[in-house]
């Protein structure tokens, strides 16, 4: 599976345009996380129900059932990553809820991210730098 798309980096976005898809961002992170936290539950289950194997035909079934499950929740993921892959982001962290975009400090390349729950890009990371260096966005003129 590709989490990443680098074809996006070569497109610096501002801030403004960015936050105009604010929203959208949101609800794509908000069925992400829904289906990530379905995905988690049923692979619990799965876990659980190989723990104690049997041939009987009703048993077989429902694996399959919650197989089959979990893996219509991680193609509606893959479809939330390719949205975001259209829109010039990337999942930075699905687990957490992190997607962040190419843009600009001034005339430096950066990272510009929005945070699961929020409608604006409100953290910020350099290029080389790993989404735990996300820094908040204090002065959005900084960012062109």
């Known amino acids: 599976m590709n989490w990443t798309k680098p074809l996006f980096y070569s497109t610096p976005v501002s801030i ?6 604010g929203p ?8 992400a996380e829904l289906n990530y936290r379905n995905m988690v539950t049923i692979q619990n289950i799965i876990n659980h129900m190989i723990k104690t194997p049997s041939n009987n035909k009703k048993w077989l079934e429902k694996l399959g059932s919650f197989c089959d499950q979990f893996y219509s929740h991680l193609a509606k993921i ?11 982001g990337d999942f930075t962290d699905i687990k957490t809820g992190v997607i962040s975009c190419l843009g600009k400090r001034g005339s430096t390349p950066v ?3 929005i945070l699961r729950g929020e409608t604006n890009f409100t953290m910020w990371r350099g290029i080389n730098e790993k989404v735990s260096a996300n820094k908040l966005i204090e002065n959005r003129e900084d960012f062109v």
């Open 78 to 88: 893959n479809g939330n990553v390719d949205e975001v892959h259209e829109l010039y």
């Open 16 to 21: 403004e345009r960015a936050d105009n898809v």
């Open 111 to 113: 990272f510009i991210s």
């Open 24 to 31: 959208l961002f949101k609800s794509i992170l908000d069925s």
